[in-house]
Every structure is written in C-alpha cells, then in structure tokens.
C-alpha cells in the first residue's frame, strides 16, 4: 500500500539517499536540498512515498507566501522504484492530503516541472493538472489543478 510518511529524524537520511536517474537529475532538486529549504517554508510539509515499510520517494508540499496557494515543490520517485505507479499514488495522496486542511480560499495546487520533462507534463495533465499558456517560473512550466 502506498502512503505518506512525515519526514523526521528517524527517516531523513533514507529520504537523501533517495535519487532519480542520471539523466532526469536536473529536473529536480535533491532531497537534501529540499529538506535544507524546508527550515524556510514554514507552511510546508516534507513527506516519504512508502511503498508498505520502504520509501521510494519524497515529496515537498504546501502554501506559498507569495500567491497564498497550495504548491507541490518537489515530487520525486527513486530511480529504482520507478515504473511502479507510485509516482501517480503519491500525486493523489499530497492531493487528498491538501483538500482535507485547505480552506475554501484556497482553489488550486500548482506546480512547475521543466519543459523537457516530457513524462512529468503527461503525467500531471493526467492526475488533472492543466498547463498554464505562457507561465514559467525560473524556465519551468507552471502547471494547475483546480479543486
């Protein structure tokens, strides 16, 4: 069963030595990183993908100061562990996960991911994330679910 596990100090050295494989490493930020940023994301949440007892991946999730919306920063499987479908259940999770403590306000979840990341864009458009025509960030493609 896959599920979400908060990251703490019982799991965080298994979360760096996640990696994703060589030629997708600079489409996203290493775990290590993302857990450094977190003691400046004080509305965000770094969380395991476990399959049953084992992670086999990481994600970085919450709200943005600056458009006081629910953002995915970070989404990542193990280069091991991919092809399993556990990227698309995580993705669902960190979604339920965001509808369950959002307030009404709050009407989306964004998300960006490089443009050559052919199988990110299809996979999020498939989780129902829409691009959004002309939106970089940092030369990234902003990409939005809608609640």
């Known amino acids: ?11 965080w050295l298994k979360a760096v030595r996640l990696k994703v494989r060589t030629d997708q490493e600079t489409f996203v930020a290493s775990n290590a990183i ?8 004080t509305d965000f949440h770094a969380m395991g993908i476990y399959q049953d007892d084992e992670m086999v991946g990481f994600t970085l999730f919450g709200l943005d100061r600056d458009d006081g919306e629910y953002w995915i920063y970070r989404m990542m499987i193990d280069e091991k562990q991919q092809g399993k479908g556990y990227g698309k259940k995580a993705i669902q999770l960190v ?28 996979l999020y458009s498939t989780m129902g994330f829409v ?6 960030i940092h030369g990234e493609q902003v990409s939005r679910y809608t609640f």
Do not use: W
Not at 1 to 11: F, W
Not at 34 to 41: K, P, R
Not at 102 to 108: I, Q
């Open 95 to 122: 979604i339920d996960e965001i509808r369950k403590v959002k307030e009404d306000r709050h009407t989306t979840i964004t998300l960006s991911y490089e443009p050559e990341n052919t199988f990110a864009a299809g």
């Open 34 to 41: 993302s857990l450094a940023q977190l003691n400046f994301l």
């Open 1 to 11: 069963m896959v599920h979400l596990k908060k990251i703490d100090e019982h799991n």
């Open 131 to 136: 691009e959004q025509e002309g939106m970089m």
